[in-house]
């Protein structure tokens, strides 16, 4: 299933949070992402309408089955991405952040072959 980037972004915000802190709540979004609150609340309501994230009473932010395959998948292009941009020489900064750009955009067969290539190469 295609989701839309900003939602990508999100959920592997939220995967990323929760890995890191072990729990997450929208601030921890807002602050990650650098946006505003009610701009974070909105997008949390409508990830928990489409069944990506669920939100418990206390404002506790849990990804789905759903929203965690999707979140996994683009952390781990991400960081595969910025793996293989590093094992080119660019430097750790820059290649995680054009890492986040491209994530979204490469084929599969692309990123496929990118990650077969790091695994032949790897050290």
């Known amino acids: 299933m295609k989701i839309k980037e900003s939602a990508e972004n999100y959920l592997e915000s939220i995967l990323m949070i929760k890995i890191q802190k072990g729990y997450v709540r929208s601030i921890d979004v807002a602050n990650k992402l650098n ?42 292009r991400h960081r595969i991405i ?3 941009l590093m094992a080119l020489g660019v430097d750790e900064d820059t290649a995680y952040e054009d890492s986040c750009k491209i994530e979204h955009d490469i084929s599969e067969l692309s990123f496929t072959k990118i990650k077969e290539h790091l695994a032949k190469h790897s050290k």
């Not at 609340?41 to 418990?56: P, T």
């Not at 506790?60 to 999707?70: F, Q, V």
Request: proline share 4%.
């Open 35 to 76: 946006f505003t609150k009610p701009s974070v609340s909105v997008a949390m309501k409508n990830l928990r309408e489409d069944g990506y994230i669920s939100m418990d009473p206390d404002g506790g932010i849990a990804l789905t089955e759903k929203g965690r395959k999707i979140a996994e998948s683009v952390y781990e």
């Open 82 to 84: 910025a793996k293989a």
